[in-house]
């Protein structure tokens, strides 16, 4: 069974650096065509992608948020980690990291973890 | 980067009815395109990818149409369990992988 499970602060200082860490099962991040995929919802609103990871280290980023991401994997741990420097209120939401089994091929982000609250603020 | 827009933002549906939701892309991203269901409190789930292929376990009732700009996702006979809002998402030039801003789907 694949499982994905976020964890992280559920309380961040604005311009402090906000690190997530997505801890999976059920299958390998070695595994050619496998990748991570971090997703963020703002209350109320819609997805938005955020990162994504891939087998052999590939990492690919929003654009308009690029400069201030990193994501990285552990695969001894399987876990990846996703590091959001500066944040802002606006960056308050709910966080999911989301399995693709194939993204090159396109499979779509089949399984996902239950997500983590965030929230900005002083 | 490609944007996804969905329309209508709200449908309002009766049980048993059909519903069609739309997606646009402003460039052609081929069929490279999946949908997703997330009810209140809950992950999304995984619907609709490559535009027409229902994920595993997915039902009959939903059915995905479409390639270049323009898709189709259909729920044949709604359901209780339906009424919850619907994104589409396009991976054909990433990154960045795009959402649209997605479809509420509520009991009329």
């Known amino acids: 069974q694949v499982t994905l499970r976020e964890s992280g602060p559920a309380l961040v200082k604005p311009t402090q650096t906000l690190t997530l860490t997505c801890t999976f099962s059920?299958?390998?991040?070695?595994?050619?065509?496998?990748?991570v995929s971090w997703v963020r919802q703002p209350p109320g609103k819609a997805l938005e992608w955020l990162a994504l990871?891939?087998?052999?280290?590939?990492?690919y980023y929003s654009t308009s948020l690029e400069t201030r991401l990193n994501i990285t994997k552990d695969t001894s741990k399987d876990q990846v980690i996703l590091r959001m420097t500066n944040v802002d209120p606006v960056d308050t939401g709910t966080y999911y990291c989301?399995?693709?089994?194939?993204?090159?091929?396109?499979?779509?982000?089949?399984?996902w973890g239950q997500g983590t609250t965030v929230i900005v603020s002083s | 980067e490609i944007v996804m827009t969905q329309s209508p933002a709200t449908l309002s549906v009766s049980p048993g009815e059909r519903a069609t939701l739309s997606c646009r892309a402003s460039q052609g991203v081929g069929s490279n395109l999946a949908w997703y269901q997330q009810k209140p409190g809950q992950a999304p789930r995984l619907l609709i990818y490559?535009?027409?292929t229902r994920a595993t376990g997915i039902p009959a009732r939903f059915s995905g149409r479409g390639s270049g700009t323009e898709f189709t996702l259909t729920i044949s006979s709604l359901q209780s369990e339906d009424f919850a809002v619907y994104y589409c998402q396009q991976y054909n030039k990433w990154p960045p992988w795009t959402f649209g801003q997605g479809t509420k789907v509520e009991i009329k």
């Open positions: 989301a399995r693709a089994a194939d993204c090159y091929m396109g499979d779509g982000l089949d399984v």
């Open positions: 990871i891939d087998w052999d280290d590939g990492k």
């Open positions: 059920g299958f390998s991040l070695t595994i050619s065509g496998m990748c």
């Open positions: 490559g535009a027409s």
